[in-house]
C-alpha cells in the first residue's frame, strides 16, 4: 500500500462549482497533516494544516479522521486561480520528513 | 513575506560531472531539507539537515550525494558524479520548528545531458 494515496483526477469543474479531494495514508502513528497546491513546475506552496477538528480558511476546509486515517479537503466557490495539483503531505512517526502523494490535478473551466 | 531562494533556477550539466545547487532558507529557520521531483512524479524526500548535521536521509540520498551549511546563510546539495536519472526538480525547504509546515523554494531544474 502507498504510504499516502490520491485520486489523480483531472477533476473538471465550472466555476463557482464545490469540488471534494479525498487522500488516504498507511502510518497510523503519522503526525502531521497538510495540504499543498503545486501549479505546473513550480513548486510546492502550503495551503492548509489539517487537523482532526477540522479547519476552515476562507473558501476551504480540510478534515481528518484518524480512525479511517483519511484527510479530505474541500473548496467552494471554485476560481479559476484554483486550477493546480493539490498535495496529500503526512508526516510520519520519529521524523519530520515530508511524505507526499501524487496529487490530484483540479481544473476549473469558466 | 520571508521566502526560501535557490540558484541556478536551472543546470544543464554533461554526466558524471559534479553539480552544486544551492539555496538561501528562510533566516531564522533552524530545518533545512532537499526534496527532489522527476518530471510527472510525486515529491520525494531526500535529506534533512539540523545542528549542522544530517538528521535523516532517504535511499535516494547515496555516497554521491552531500550537503553542507558552508556559513551562516547558505545550504547546498552536491551532486558527485551526475547520472541521467538525477535529471529532475530539486527543492529546497525550511522549517521553524520540526513536524510543522515546511516551506520551499522555487527549486532548481536539473538536466543531465
Known amino acids: 500500500r502507498k504510504e499516502v494515496e490520491q485520486d489523480p483526477g483531472p477533476f473538471n469543474v465550472p466555476e463557482g462549482a464545490t469540488v471534494a479531494f479525498n487522500c488516504t495514508y498507511s502510518?497510523?502513528?503519522?503526525?502531521?497533516f497538510f495540504w499543498y497546491r503545486q501549479d505546473c513546475r513550480k513548486e510546492p506552496k502550503l495551503l492548509m494544516s489539517?487537523?482532526?477538528s477540522g479547519n476552515e480558511d476562507g473558501r476551504f476546509t480540510a478534515q481528518l479522521n484518524r480512525a479511517s486515517q483519511y484527510i479530505s479537503l474541500l473548496i467552494r466557490d471554485s476560481k479559476l486561480s484554483d486550477s493546480a495539483t493539490y498535495l496529500c503531505?503526512?508526516?510520519?512517526?520519529?521524523?519530520?520528513?515530508?511524505?507526499f502523494g501524487t496529487g490530484t490535478r483540479l481544473q476549473v473551466f469558466p | 513575506e520571508p521566502e526560501v531562494t535557490q540558484t541556478p533556477s536551472h543546470q544543464v550539466t554533461q554526466m558524471g560531472q559534479e553539480v552544486i545547487l544551492r539555496c538561501v532558507p528562510i533566516?531564522?529557520?533552524?530545518?533545512f531539507y532537499w526534496y527532489r521531483q522527476i518530471l510527472g512524479q510525486k515529491v520525494e524526500f531526500l535529506v534533512s539537515?539540523?545542528?549542522?548535521?544530517?538528521?535523516?536521509k532517504s535511499e535516494i540520498f547515496d555516497d554521491q550525494f552531500s550537503v553542507e551549511r558552508p556559513d551562516g546563510s547558505n545550504f547546498t546539495l552536491k551532486i558527485r558524479s551526475t547520472k541521467l536519472e538525477d535529471s529532475a526538480m530539486y527543492f529546497c525547504?525550511?522549517?521553524?520548528?520540526?513536524?510543522?509546515?515546511?516551506?520551499f523554494g522555487d527549486g532548481t531544474r536539473l538536466s543531465i545531458l
Open positions: 525547504a525550511s522549517g521553524g520548528q520540526t513536524n510543522q509546515p515546511q516551506h
Open positions: 502510518n497510523s502513528a503519522s503526525q502531521s
Open positions: 489539517v487537523y482532526s
Open positions: 503531505v503526512v508526516i510520519g512517526d520519529n521524523t519530520d520528513k515530508l511524505i
Open positions: 533566516s531564522n529557520h533552524l530545518y
Open positions: 539537515f539540523y545542528n549542522n548535521e544530517i538528521s535523516e
